[in-house]
């Protein structure tokens, strides 16, 4: 069976209140319970009657016996087959519950998984493994996305989430339902309904667009945000043809972010393709940093990228350390995407206001602690689902 049928399955028969289909009490599993990225330490849990037998014939504690109470961890080595020699640490959790925890490398864990396989013991996904082990398929939802979590800020958001703060909220909202309070019910649903841009962003990054002109500093700035030279920078207008984009974060919000073509009228076949795909990438963005030399002033390239999309620009005026700077006209562009930031890539003048304004525009409202958001389609989809039906009976 593939692990989705087994997910699905797992949820169909918790939706109806039936014990879990694949806890079969004969069979022992086992899966690595930590994130598939190299790191110090693997996790790999083993549940089942055959968890001890598999550790007396392939594991040697260094003191005392194999028999472990429970909730006791001991050191030791893998004595059987290619690995052995591997230093792992045993936890027992259950009566047939064992964590091996050993080296973070990805051919340690392979191997202890290879071992057990060879073994007889069924290895599981992590997405059946979690669906197995946890009831609430929201929470296990959680579980597997805080291990795709790429910033402390979002991870504490799930972790949130994995702690029960969607389930609880929908508990909330259906009580209400059920007390006919159907007010209340659209009131709690519409709560949560405001996070969900953030909650599309918790694993997804950003997307932040640098657009502009021509030699207005876009990859100059790129950067400097980046902290290295990711983009070629030269004086020579029109040298970035192509989209060029790097992963980063900030201010604990995951950003894609895209350096662009210059945006101008060209007889050159190949910078053309690259300004349709600067025009088209404006459209997808999620913010878009406008950039104005301050000499050239505001022109009518700037003027079409701030019509594709009005409250999603952030304009920013470059080359702050030329002295003498003139400081461009910008009150009508200003009345439509709120205030600019004045910055320069190579002294680095302005980069922290640009990066807490840009902060503010991805998240204006910052979630507390707690909050319920939803991350999923399926999250969605329930909040929908208790909307619909209270609105049936708000509307009347
Ligand atoms: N003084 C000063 N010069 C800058 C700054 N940012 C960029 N420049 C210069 O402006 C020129 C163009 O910089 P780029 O970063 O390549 O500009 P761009 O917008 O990416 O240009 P294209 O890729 O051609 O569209 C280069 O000579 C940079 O050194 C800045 O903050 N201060
Ligand atoms: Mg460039």
Known sequence: MSDYKRSALFCVFKQHGLENPLADHNITSACRITGNSPSAIAVIEIVGPDAKTWLDRNWKPNHGSGKLQLDTIRYGQIIAEAIVGESVIVCRTGPERYEVHCHGGKIASQMLLQ?????GIQIQSPQAWVAANEQDPFIAQAT???TQATTLRTAKILLDQQQGAFSRALANIDKAIQKGDFTLAMQLADQIRTWDRLG????EPFDILVCGPPNVGKSSLLNRILGYQRAIVHQQAGTTRDL???ISSIDGWPVRLTDSAGIRATCDA???IGVQRAVAASRSSDLQLILVDPIEGWTGQHQQLLDEKPTQSLIVITKSDIADCPMPDLSHAHRLSGPSVQV???SGNGIPELLSEISKRLVP???????AITFTDSQRQALEDRYQRSGKYTSV
Do not use: D, F, K, R
């Not at 599309?200 to 694993?203: C, V």
């Not at 409202?365 to 909050?371: I, K, L, T």
């Open 115 to 119: 071992s057990m396989q060879n073994q």
């Open 344 to 346: 320069s890539a190579v």
């Open 270 to 272: 190949i910078e053309s």
């Open 244 to 246: 060029l984009s790097e």
């Open 144 to 146: 597997m996305a805080l």
């Open 365 to 371: 409202v910052v979630p507390e602690s707690g909050q």
């Open 200 to 203: 599309q962003h918790l694993i």
